[in-house]
């Protein structure tokens, strides 16, 4: 059975996978990015919980990333898409169905990457902290 944690990632990976944009977890970036772009789920770090007593409670501010890459001439416009579609899919439901208190995306900060011999790459890391709670940090 798989631990809450990892229940909450498949969920928001799910929802990632919804978009246009072909979606991967902890992948390594493939040698070609596809048209609608490419968004690689990490898992991050859950850090260090706060803890409550009676009943025990784990609440972590767990920081999951979504790498976001595009490629092509009209990658600006492309990228403002993909980066507006993230927020729209996290904001249709802030709780992914019930299984976290909250999920909010923080502000890229996006590159140019030159690629030798072909258009440039505009990537960002998009930080989505997921707040939940847990009985136990390893369940």
Request: net charge negative; charged share 20%; aromatic share 4%.
């Given at each position: ?69 595009v490629q092509g001439a009209d990658r600006d416009a492309v ?26 995306a923080e502000a890229p900060r996006p590159v140019d990457l ?13 930080p989505v902290v997921l707040h939940y709670s847990t009985a136990?940090?390893?369940?």
């Open positions: 059975m798989p631990t809450h944690r990892e229940t909450i990632l498949a969920a928001l990976y799910a929802r990632l996978s919804a978009l246009p944009a072909t979606a991967l977890r902890g992948e390594v970036l493939p040698e070609r990015v596809p048209a609608n772009g490419l968004l690689i789920l990490r898992d991050g770090e859950p850090g260090e919980p706060e803890v409550t007593l009676s009943p025990l409670r784990y609440h972590y501010q767990h920081r999951a990333e979504v790498e976001a890459v990228f403002d898409t993909l980066c507006a579609s993230i927020g729209t899919a996290l904001a249709a439901d802030r709780t992914l169905g019930g299984l976290c208190d909250w999920v909010e030159p690629v030798e011999g072909a258009a440039s790459l505009k990537a960002a890391v998009i136990d940090p390893l369940a």
